[in-house]
């Protein structure tokens, strides 16, 4: 079973940058899609960035322009960089993995989670 590991959160000011890292224990680099989920203070989980087994991604409208996804095969390490950062992307952030199909956005199938790292933005 691959587990998934995220680092990286944190507290920062309107306008500031953070990196998360998701670090899977297993080989997953060009065979699983991996993404990143949040979920704010009584709202809905939304899929934010996700990027395939040939590393195309897909981004959620609210973070094109501000956010960038990545990975490492050597490491089998996800980045996700968020830059602009605004109060409204405060919340718990969740790195998800799984076999890629064809398409790699919020409505692939995961069956990996991390336990999630906090991000909070002050205004």
């Known amino acids: 079973q691959v587990q998934l590991i995220e680092s990286g959160g944190g507290s920062v000011q309107s306008g500031g940058s953070l990196k998360l890292t998701c670090e899977a224990s297993g080989d997953t680099y060009g065979r699983w899609c991996m993404g990143w989920f949040r979920q704010g203070s009584g709202k809905e989980r939304e899929g934010v960035a996700f990027?395939?087994?040939?590393?195309?991604?897909v981004f959620a409208d609210s973070v094109k322009g501000r956010f960038a996804i990545s990975q490492e095969n050597t490491r089998n390490t996800v980045y996700l960089e968020m830059n602009f950062l605004r109060p409204e992307d405060t919340g718990t952030y969740t790195c998800?993995?799984?076999?890629?199909?064809?398409?790699?956005?919020?409505?692939?199938?995961?069956?990996?989670w991390g336990e999630g790292t906090q991000v909070t933005v002050s205004s």
């Open positions: 990027i395939g087994k040939w590393s195309s991604s």
């Open positions: 998800a993995g799984g076999p890629a199909g064809d398409l790699c956005d919020e409505r692939s199938a995961f069956s990996n």
